[in-house]
């Protein structure tokens, strides 16, 4: 019963890492080079640059060789004090983990309280804000995607909900697994800090990531007497490339050329588009699967996120039906067809599956991964409703 290895190509429909472009492989495949040499100093500016274009900034930018937990890190280390107040916005696992580093930094974490379904309330959040008159409230932490509910935040409205509170806070948001995947304006949205990594939208091997910092973030910075060095934004700024304290990582900066290069080729707006159209396909087919209606009760698999609206355009989460484990229906699709999906996290472990469908993705992945997910439903006797194939098949064809 030994189970044979699957041939053929991985489908890889993991939320991040995500897959690597062929050609993005081969820029980071690179030899050595000075980081000081007039070539590799040209092809870095030409990346500062266009990662700016793509968090829509004329701002700064500083980049950490780390995954996103060093930028999360870079954020609340840079900008705050022993026992500063920060509100987070409460999304889910990674909603909660930021929170967890912001205590471990010694900061106050107030959350603003959220069904992980269904998302904040905006109400809520200006209350909250309008309430704080004493201003203790430092900064506002926002995950604008988040990962492991596969729900978005609007980060445009919570700007709105700050500044119908003319609350001064700062606006920290993470765009871990939005930035190149789902609309994203820094500038136009006044975030203060953007917090970015290499390993989803920008389609990059991990362990790199990134802030882009406002002028009014900078300014509080100076403020900041949190223990750091590493990821010492005034300590960076003195050096020639504006970030890196030690070696910088040239070749991810081939890579990161190659992907900006993409990107632009794609065109951003089109790169959004794919997302929100494949996006749609997926939530086609577990609604379809589910088999709820007016008229039937299925009882199958379903969107985790409870509003459409805010349903996520780079990963979806599906719930299992009672008494069935998520974790099989991702062993059999990784078994037997050589597609790997997302795992549930925190409190939704074995409950939730994902669907990543980020990065470098076209119809027939999408297609393929879905007819492997309803292959392994039926495999592992889930009730479904059979034919979310043709469902994501007539939403990418309507
Ligand atoms: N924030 C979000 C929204 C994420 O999805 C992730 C990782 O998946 C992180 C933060 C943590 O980033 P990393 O795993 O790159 O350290």
Redesign the pocket.
């Known amino acids: 019963n030994a189970i044979q290895k699957p041939r053929g190509r991985m489908f890889f429909a993991n939320p991040?890492p995500t897959n690597i472009p062929d050609s993005v492989m081969r820029a980071v495949s690179h030899a050595s080079i000075d980081f000081n040499d007039a070539d590799f100093f040209e092809l870095y500016e030409r990346c500062v640059a266009g990662l700016k274009r793509v968090l829509r900034t004329k701002q700064h930018l500083f980049f950490y060789t780390a995954?996103?937990?060093g930028a999360?890190e870079a954020s609340m280390a840079n900008l705050f004090n022993t026992g500063d107040t920060l509100l987070v916005i409460e999304t889910g696992h990674?909603s909660e983990s930021w929170a967890k580093m912001g205590k471990a930094l010694g900061l106050c974490i107030d959350t603003l309280p959220a069904d992980w379904r269904k998302g904040a309330d905006f109400c809520a959040l200006r209350a909250k804000l309008a309430g704080d008159t004493e201003h203790r409230i430092k900064a506002v932490c926002a995950?604008h995607?988040?990962?492991a509910a596969g729900t978005m935040l609007d980060i445009g409205a919570v700007r709105a909900a700050m500044d119908a509170a003319g609350h001064p806070a700062l606006l920290l948001a993470?765009t871990?697994?939005s930035l190149a995947s789902l609309p994203f304006e820094m500038d136009a949205w006044g975030v203060d800090v953007v917090v970015g990594?290499s390993?989803k939208g920008l389609m990059l091997p991990?362990g790199f990531?990134f802030t882009g910092v406002s002028e009014k973030a900078l300014e509080a910075h100076k403020g900041s007497r949190i223990p750091k060095h590493y990821f010492d934004w005034s300590e960076m700024l003195t050096r020639r490339h504006r970030s890196f304290i030690g070696t910088v990582p040239t070749t991810l900066f081939y890579g990161l050329a190659e992907s900006l290069r993409l990107l632009e080729e794609e065109g951003l707006e089109q790169v959004w588009a794919r997302h929100t159209r494949l996006a749609r396909a997926v939530r086609a087919a577990v609604k379809h699967w589910s088999g709820n209606g007016p008229n039937s009760n299925v009882g199958g698999p379903e969107l985790y996120c409870q509003d459409d609206a805010r349903a996520s355009d780079s990963v979806t989460a599906i719930l299992m039906p009672d008494g069935h484990d998520a974790d099989a229906v991702r062993a059999t699709c990784r078994n037997r067809f050589n597609v790997s999906l997302g795992a549930g996290l925190n409190k939704l472990a074995g409950r939730v599956f994902r669907i990543g469908h980020l990065g470098d993705l076209n119809e027939p992945m999408v297609l393929g991964t879905l007819a492997s997910v309803e292959m392994a439903l039926k495999l592992n006797n889930v009730p479904h409703r059979p034919g979310g194939v043709a469902a994501a098949m007539e939403e990418l064809t309507a």
């Open positions: 991040g995954s996103g937990h999360w990674f995950v995607n988040e990962t993470d871990i697994s990594g390993q991990t990531s």
